[in-house]
């Protein structure tokens, strides 16, 4: 099935000022990638958070992983950069981010996930046994401000992305929607009305300090048997 790609140039374009800074970095093959939007760009120092590189180590206590994330990314973007982002490096898996901001460009869950799939295959080919561990929508504060619409589509991709992993052996789920590490309860895993709310900066959306040492935390257990 085809589409029309919703990303207009100009955004890919200005998109080359993050994408320059990973470039000029030196290159790093056989780690563990994170590939996403602002949920994985933000783990950095310069926004006022440790450094993903520092704090997620190996179990030799050494660098394990590298961030590729790029604020306000989608899928389509993440396949588009791929030859530049992913393939030089060569990791042995990838963490994949999308569908934060899919939505807001009119990417229907299916597409998200068709185009998630594209960029699996070309690394499957690039690197045989690389593993894949696909992330579904992480809880935010500002869930409360959407649309029924907006949750329904974040429900089905949540859905289709699950599906995806039940059928490839090399594909892992990671369900953050109901890690409890995000809720006030761990009782109420899962329901948006309970999120912490001291986790989070100011746009409700993005996490402070504090919810990148609960990421850690979640990524330390669910990535364990590659780190």
Same mark, same amino acid.
């Given at each position: 099935?085809?589409?029309?790609?919703?990303?207009?140039?100009?955004?890919?374009?200005? +998109?080359?000022?993050?994408?320059?800074?990973?470039?000029?970095?030196?290159?790093?093959?056989?780690?563990?990638?994170? $590939? /996403?939007?602002? /949920?994985?760009? #933000? @783990?950095?120092?310069? $926004?006022?958070?440790?450094?993903?590189?520092?704090?997620?180590?190996?179990?030799? /206590?050494?660098?394990?992983?590298?961030?590729?994330?790029?604020?306000?990314?989608? !899928?389509?973007?993440?396949?588009?950069?791929?030859?530049?982002?992913?393939?030089? @490096?060569?990791?042995?898996?990838?963490?994949?981010?999308?569908?934060?901001?899919? &939505? +807001? &460009? +009119?990417?229907?869950?299916?597409?998200?996930?068709?185009?998630?799939?594209?960029? =699996?295959?070309? !690394?499957?080919?690039?690197?045989?046994? =690389?593993?894949?561990?696909?992330?579904?929508?992480?809880?935010?504060?500002?869930?409360?401000?959407?649309?029924?619409?907006?949750? #329904?589509?974040?429900?089905?991709?949540?859905?289709?992305?699950?599906?995806?992993?039940?059928?490839?052996?090399?594909?892992?789920?990671?369900?953050?929607?109901?890690?409890?590490?995000?809720?006030?309860?761990? !009782?109420? !895993? +899962?329901? =948006?009305?309970?999120?912490?709310?001291?986790?989070? =900066?100011?746009?409700?959306?993005?996490?402070?300090?504090?919810?990148?040492?609960?990421? #850690?935390?979640?990524?330390?257990?669910?990535?364990?048997?590659?780190?």
């Amino acid at each position: 099935m085809l589409f029309t790609p919703k990303v207009k140039l100009n955004r890919l374009e200005t +998109g080359e000022t993050n994408i320059n800074e990973y470039l000029k970095q030196p290159v790093k093959k056989g780690l563990v990638m994170f $590939y /996403g939007d602002s /949920g994985f760009t #933000r @783990w950095k120092e310069k $926004y006022g958070n440790p450094n993903l590189e520092d704090v997620l180590l190996g179990k030799d /206590g050494r660098q394990a992983v590298v961030n590729h994330g790029f604020g306000s990314s989608t !899928a389509d973007e993440l396949l588009y950069y791929y030859p530049r982002l992913v393939r030089p @490096w060569a990791p042995r898996a990838l963490v994949f981010k999308v569908s934060g901001n899919d &939505f +807001g &460009f +009119g990417y229907s869950p299916f597409e998200i996930v068709f185009l998630q799939a594209r960029l =699996i295959e070309y !690394a499957r080919r690039d690197f045989p046994g =690389i593993k894949f561990f696909l992330t579904n929508t992480v809880p935010q504060l500002r869930y409360k401000e959407y649309t029924k619409t907006r949750l #329904r589509q974040m429900s089905e991709y949540n859905s289709l992305t699950e599906d995806y992993c039940l059928k490839h052996e090399d594909a892992y789920y990671l369900d953050q929607m109901n890690c409890p590490l995000f809720y006030k309860d761990p !009782a109420h !895993a +899962g329901e =948006i009305e309970y999120t912490r709310d001291d986790i989070y =900066i100011e746009d409700k959306g993005h996490f402070n300090p504090a919810g990148y040492e609960l990421y #850690r935390q979640f990524f330390a257990e669910k990535l364990k048997d590659v780190l």
